[in-house]
T-cell receptor, first 109, second 116 residues
Framework: QKEVEQNSGPLSVPEGAIASLNCTYS??????FFWYRQYSGKSPELIMS??SNGDKEDGRFTAQLNKASQYVSLLIRDSQPSDSATYLCAPYSNYQLIWGAGTKLIIKP | KAGVTQTPRYLIKTRGQQVTLSCSPI?????VSWYQQTPGQGLQFLFEYFSETQRNKGNFPGRFSGRQFSNSRSEMNVSTLELGDSALYLC???????????????FGPGTRLTVL
């Protein structure tokens, strides 16, 4: 069964610190991996995509992928209160995103 | 470029009724996917359409159906509504032109369905 595991949190991080979000997945077929951010009552917003092993940086965000370990992570540097949201890890397989339960991140001013 | 649009944004129905939700993808996007989000079950995949063909379907009863038109716009229909169908229904579009970068899905604002 395809599964995505995320720590549901909440993960509380001081403003300005680094937030680290982790995700493991079971479907070895997945080749594309996405991180979405979702504010309460809103739709998911794409933060990062990653397709190859290693790191990918975009501004304050860095995604890391290790296909051998079936592990994806997202680092948020210089965390801001506006980063407070639920972060969803989603591998893509067979024309669908496979969702984790999401990690609720709280940035404390 | 305009984003994914969904109509209506909010809907209230009673049990036993049916409902049709609409989704217009980003211009040039040929794939449309539908997801249901509830507090208890989280995000769940309903189905995906590409060039008017359903390529994949999630584990939902036959009361949930969809279709895609030649202009890539999509509709989903839920018949004989149940209380448990109350949810946020999300539509996402992607280029799906081959290659992982075109699999990126962009979401519309969703339709909030309440079944009384």
């Amino acid at each position: 069964q395809k599964e995505v595991e995320q720590n549901s949190g909440p993960l509380s991080v001081p403003e300005g610190a680094i937030a680290s979000l982790n995700c493991t997945y079971s479907d070895r077929v997945s080749q594309s991996f996405f991180w979405y951010r979702q504010y309460s009552g809103k739709s998911p917003e794409l933060i990062m995509s990653i397709y190859s092993n290693g790191d990918k940086e975009d501004g304050r965000f860095t995604a890391q992928l290790n296909k051998a370990s079936q592990y994806v992570s997202l680092l948020i540097r210089d965390s801001q209160p506006s980063d407070s949201a639920t972060y969803l890890c989603a591998p893509y397989s067979n024309y669908q995103l496979i969702w984790g339960a999401g990690t609720k991140l709280i940035i404390k001013p | 470029k305009a984003g994914v649009t969904q109509t209506p944004r909010y809907l209230i129905k009673t049990r036993g009724q049916q409902v049709t939700l609409s989704c217009s993808p980003i211009s040039g996007h040929r794939s449309v996917s539908w997801y249901q989000q509830t507090p208890g079950q989280g995000l769940q995949f309903l189905f995906e359409y590409f060039s008017e063909t359903q390529r994949n379907k999630g584990n939902f009863p036959g009361r949930f159906s969809g279709r895609q038109f030649s202009n890539s716009r999509s509709e989903m229909n839920v018949s004989t509504l149940e209380l448990g169908d109350s949810a946020l229904y999300l539509c996402a579009s992607s280029l799906a032109a081959g290659g992982p970068s075109t699999d990126t899905q962009y979401f519309g604002p969703g339709t909030r369905l309440t079944v009384l």
